[in-house]
């Protein structure tokens, strides 16, 4: 079965980074797209970023775009979030996403079958 296994997360100061990795496995993962979405305390899940198969176009929330970059190595089968210039209101548990032969479109859309177990990320001011 499909298994999405987030990594990375952890505690930073507002102006830090950290650096969140999602290893993929049970999908051939050159041939979808993947997401990133993350849910605050008592806020809705919502989408961060997504990047399409080959890695050549991306999409992001606008609150955290040329803050974050959304990247991936296919031949790990793996995705990655760099977050730099964090502030509190990322604080979140962020999970990776995916659906079989998903676009960039669909992840924006939260059309999403497979989640990780999610990893918090907490940023103090």
């Known amino acids: 079965q499909v298994q999405l296994v987030e990594s990375g997360g952890g505690l930073a100061q507002a102006g830090g980074s950290l650096r969140l990795s999602c290893a993929a496995s049970?999908?051939?993962?050159?041939?979808?797209?993947m997401g990133w979405f993350r849910q605050a305390p008592g806020k809705e899940r919502e989408f961060v970023a997504a990047?399409?198969?080959?890695?050549?176009?991306?999409d992001y929330l606008p609150t955290v775009e040329g803050r974050f970059t959304i990247s991936r190595d296919n031949a790990k089968s793996t995705v990655y979030l760099q977050m730099n210039s964090l502030k509190p209101e990322d604080t979140a548990v962020y999970y990776c996403?995916?659906?079989?032969?998903?676009?960039?479109?669909?992840?924006?859309?939260?059309?999403?079958?497979?989640w990780g177990q999610g990893t918090q990320v907490t940023v103090s001011s």
């Open positions: 996403a995916t659906k079989r032969l998903a676009t960039v479109a669909a992840l924006r859309g939260s059309s999403v079958d497979y």
């Open positions: 049970g999908l051939t993962f050159s041939t979808t797209a």
């Open positions: 990047i399409s198969r080959g890695g050549s176009s991306s």
